[in-house]
T-cell receptor
Framework: DAGVTQSPTHLIKTRGQQVTLRCSPK?????VSWYQQALGQGPQFIFQ???????QRGNFPDRFSGHQFPNYSSELNVNALLLGDSALYLC???????????FGPGTRLTVL | QQQVKQSPQSLIVQKGGISIINCAYE??????FPWYQQFPGKGPALLIA?????SEKKEGRFTISFNKSAKQFSLHIMDSQPGDSATYFC????????????FGKGTKLSVIP
């Protein structure tokens, strides 16, 4: 039973560029949540997708957007990258919006 | 009001000892309190979780104690082992339409032989 998978593992971008991160949920899960984890900090909620729609959003600017596909996989897009966007981006999947969230290994984004 | 405060920031325990990590919250709408364990370069892994209708939950060497009136909860790791060395995060989730997890800042646990 495959767990949550994320790609790529690492990514280096320059300021102003755009980036797309991908997440495949755990088998049987239909809900994907994205979190940003800065170095030495706890994860911070970005948004949650269910039934291909953004259902809840944290305190992040519109530069952060996402998408969920019919197979429940999801993408996180970040436009106009800033140095402060450097972080570990975590995807968590659950069965239903209220289900237990299981995290993937994350994508380490470095913005130069 | 969404904040979860976690202490200590770091903890060093001898092998076989008890590790204790504490968290406090303000939002009384929180109804689910999980603990996650994170190793370097990995995503957080769910360790154990509790709801406020019980005061204690035990799974193996891990125990959550919950004090609803004080709005505090803690993780106890009995017989701590070097393999337990990791960063531990407490989290909280509000029910009623808000399903995001709000995390503490983490506690880096080092278990020395």
């Amino acid at each position: 039973d495959a767990g949550v998978t994320q790609s790529p593992t690492h990514l280096i971008k320059t300021r102003g560029q755009q980036v797309t991160l991908r997440c495949s949920p755990k088998s049987g899960h239909d809900t994907v949540s994205w979190y940003q984890q800065a170095l030495g900090q706890g994860p911070q909620f970005i948004f949650q997708y269910y039934e291909e729609e953004e259902r809840q959003r944290g305190n992040f600017p519109d530069r952060f957007s996402g998408h969920q596909f019919p197979n429940y996989s999801s993408e996180l897009n970040v436009n106009a990258l800033l140095l402060g966007d450097s972080a570990l981006y975590l995807c968590a999947s659950s069965l239903g919006r209220k289900g237990t969230q299981y995290f993937g290994p994350g994508t380490r984004l470095t913005v130069l | 009001q969404q904040q979860v405060k976690q202490s200590p920031q770091s903890l060093i325990v001898q092998k076989g000892g008890i590790s204790i990590i504490n968290c406090a919250y303000e939002n009384t709408a929180f109804d689910y309190f999980p603990w996650y364990q994170q190793f370097p370069g990995k995503g957080p892994a769910l360790l154990i979780a509790i709801r406020p209708d019980v005061s204690e939950k035990k799974e193996g060497r891990f125990t959550i104690s919950f004090n609803k009136s004080a709005k505090q909860f803690s993780l106890h790791i009995m017989d701590s082992q070097p393999g337990d060395s990791a960063t531990y995060f407490c989290a909280a989730r509000a029910g009623a339409g808000s399903y995001q997890l709000t995390f503490g800042k983490g506690t880096k646990l080092s278990v020395i032989p």
